[in-house]
């Protein structure tokens, strides 16, 4: 017959035994010390120096004092004594006022929850509870995504261009605007009041130039596009002009003197798409005087000028400004 039990090692009554009740109550102190382990903490080193009837302890390496020699066991005070205890794997240990459960693995304490498989879980619940479409489902003041030493993405995808991928923000679970790519691969803003009727407020799409303080004046293009800006200005020997995205051009130079029985060729800053822009002249100076335009191309005007007899041997000062279309 075995002496003590596979397991805990408790000692056995055997036949004809005297003093019964003493390997009986050794029983009973090996199965109050190893049944529900709950230690003072892992891998202590130092007795106490005042320990209580039942205390127990984790012994980590190096032990000193009463525990020398005994590292990895578990040190159970009672009666005046220390009684050690080697732990077998597979023994659970929790730490007293916490929520740590530890596991032996044959060799040392190790988290409970160390080998758990996170992967193809049904749903996870971070103080709330998830659901067939909420799989993950947190309840809390704020969620922090940190790096891990350099940067950090959170990615939204979608199976195919009609799907969407998006952050939808609600108020009391209605709905009150929505970005990213909604039913399409144009990303977008919408916002609603209800719900839902939605106003799409702004859409970008590859390709697209976004206006910003910075590109609303430089170069425009024919076709615009993430380089291009609204508005272009320009200034020379030849005057002024100001493009506009939409094509239309204005053209305009100041204080210009006329000739003397003969054309005054205007050079346009910029050119237009053809000849069909207006044109006007305005006479600068207090002398009395007539300034038309004689003929006009894409690229230039030719002014003429006549005192109120028509004589053209008068020279003014002209101010001109074109307006047409560079597209």
């Known amino acids: 017959m075995s002496q003590q039990s596979p397991r805990l090692s408790l000692p056995f009554l055997q036949p004809a035994q005297s003093q019964k009740h003493v390997t009986h109550n050794e029983a009973l102190k090996y199965l109050d010390a190893l049944a529900q382990i709950t230690v003072l903490g892992f ?4 007795p106490p ?4 009837n039942g205390d127990c302890h984790a012994i980590g390496v190096s032990a000193t004092g009463d525990w020398a020699g005994q590292d990895g066991t578990l040190a159970v005070w ?21 929520r740590d459960v530890m596991v032996h693995d044959g060799t040392d304490w190790v988290p409970a929850t160390a080998d758990m498989d996170l992967d193809n879980r049904d749903g996870v619940g971070i103080n709330a509870t998830h659901d067939a479409t909420n799989r993950l489902s947190v309840s809390a003041p704020a969620t922090l995504l940190n790096h891990e030493g350099a940067g950090h993405q959170l990615k939204i995808n979608k199976s195919a261009p009609g799907e969407t991928a ?19 691969d144009m990303f977008s803003i919408k916002v609603s009041a209800d719900g839902a ?30 380089d291009s800006a609204v508005i272009e200005t320009g200034s020379g020997a030849n005057g002024s002009y100001t493009k506009f995205a939409d094509g239309t051009l204005i053209c305009e130079i100041s204080a210009m003197a006329t000739a003397n029985g003969a054309p005054t060729t205007w050079t346009l800053p910029e050119s237009f798409v053809n000849t069909a822009y207006s044109v006007s002249v305005t006479v600068v100076g207090a002398s009395p005087a007539i300034a ?28 001109l400004i074109a307006i047409g279309r560079w597209l």
């Open 43 to 46: 891998g202590a080193t130092t």
């Open 49 to 52: 120096g005042n320990p209580d």
């Open 78 to 98: 009672f009666d005046n004594a220390w009684s050690f205890h080697l732990p077998r794997a597979g023994w659970l240990a929790a730490q007293a006022g916490t």
């Open 166 to 184: 998006s952050l939808l923000f609600q108020s009391d679970w209605s709905g009150r605007a929505e970005m990213g790519l909604a039913g399409n």
């Open 197 to 226: 009727t939605w106003d799409e407020v702004l859409t970008l799409g590859a390709g697209i130039g976004v206006v910003t303080t910075d590109t609303m004046v430089g170069p425009v293009a024919p076709t615009p596009g993430p």
């Open 292 to 319: 038309t335009i004689s003929a006009q191309s894409a690229g230039s005007v030719d002014v003429e000028s006549f005192d109120v007899t028509g004589n053209d041997n008068v020279t003014p000062t002209v101010t």
